[in-house]
């Protein structure tokens, strides 16, 4: 069974940066999707970007420009980058995996999740 672990979260300040990482036990399939999403208090989880085996990527409109999606396939990792951080981007971010090219958004899509690394915009 795929297990994922998020790391790289932190405190940061508005504008700021910070690097995700979502390393995968394994992929036990040869067609993939990651998406890193994410839950803020209150507030339903939400896609925030993908990217698939075949190197496709796609972003939610919050995020696009300032956020970038890769993948490292020999170390089974997959990077969020995340730059000029805003406070709407507070949240606990999550990878998860399904075994689909199509990029699902929706987070009921994905099979396997990662456990939560907190990223918190200060003023």
């Known amino acids: 069974e795929v297990q994922l672990q998020a790391s790289g979260g932190g405190l940061v300040q508005l504008g700021g940066s910070l690097r995700l990482s979502c390393v995968a036990s394994?992929?036990?399939?040869?067609?993939?999707?990651i998406g890193w999403f994410r839950q803020a208090p209150g507030k339903e989880r939400e896609g925030v970007s993908f990217?698939?085996?075949?190197?496709?990527?796609e972003y939610s409109d919050s995020v696009q420009g300032r956020f970038t999606i890769s993948s490292d396939h020999a170390k089974n990792t997959v990077y969020l980058q995340m730059n000029n951080l805003r406070l709407a981007d507070t949240a606990v971010y999550y990878c998860?995996?399904?075994?689909?090219?199509?990029?699902?958004?929706?987070?009921?899509?994905?099979?396997?999740w990662g456990q939560g690394t907190l990223v918190t915009v200060s003023s």
């Open positions: 990217v698939t085996s075949d190197g496709f990527t």
């Open positions: 394994e992929f036990p399939f040869d067609d993939w999707t």
């Open positions: 998860a995996a399904c075994s689909s090219l199509t990029i699902a958004t929706m987070p009921h899509k994905y099979g396997y």
